[in-house]
Nanobody, 123 residues
């Protein structure tokens, strides 16, 4: 099992930026695909981005592509989500997730989840 802790959420004005971090501990993390999901009030949780173990395969959902960058630091067991040009519709709780998949992506099964961090974008 991998324990995941997200940090970096907060309140930002539209057009601003936030950087989310996810610290992983537990079983070997560096071979896992890692993902970021989000859940807005009254909506289902949705895929945002994922990165495979090497960083060579990255996926983004269409609504964030070009504004968001996912990255990882395997030496320090960290995953990051840099979000720019934020919009009010980006407001959600953001979750970090780990998968034993070597590829990742929106259809991958993620077995371990963090507790989430709130991102609020004001208009």
């Amino acid at each position: 099992q991998v324990q995941l802790v997200e940090t970096g959420g907060g309140l930002v004005q539209a057009g601003g930026s936030l950087s989310l971090s996810c610290a992983a501990s537990g079983r070997t993390f560096r071979t896992d695909a890692m993902g970021w999901y989000r859940q807005a009030p009254g909506k289902e949780r949705e895929f945002v981005a994922s990165i495979n173990w090497s960083g060579g395969r990255i996926y983004y959902t269409d609504s964030v592509r070009g504004r968001v960058t996912i990255s990882r630091d395997n030496a320090n067991n960290m995953v990051y989500l840099q979000m720019n040009s934020l919009k009010p519709e980006d407001t959600a709780v953001y979750y970090c997730a780990a998968s034993r998949s070597v590829v990742g992506g929106p259809t991958t099964v993620y077995s371990d989840w963090g507790q989430g961090t709130q991102v609020t974008v004001s208009s």
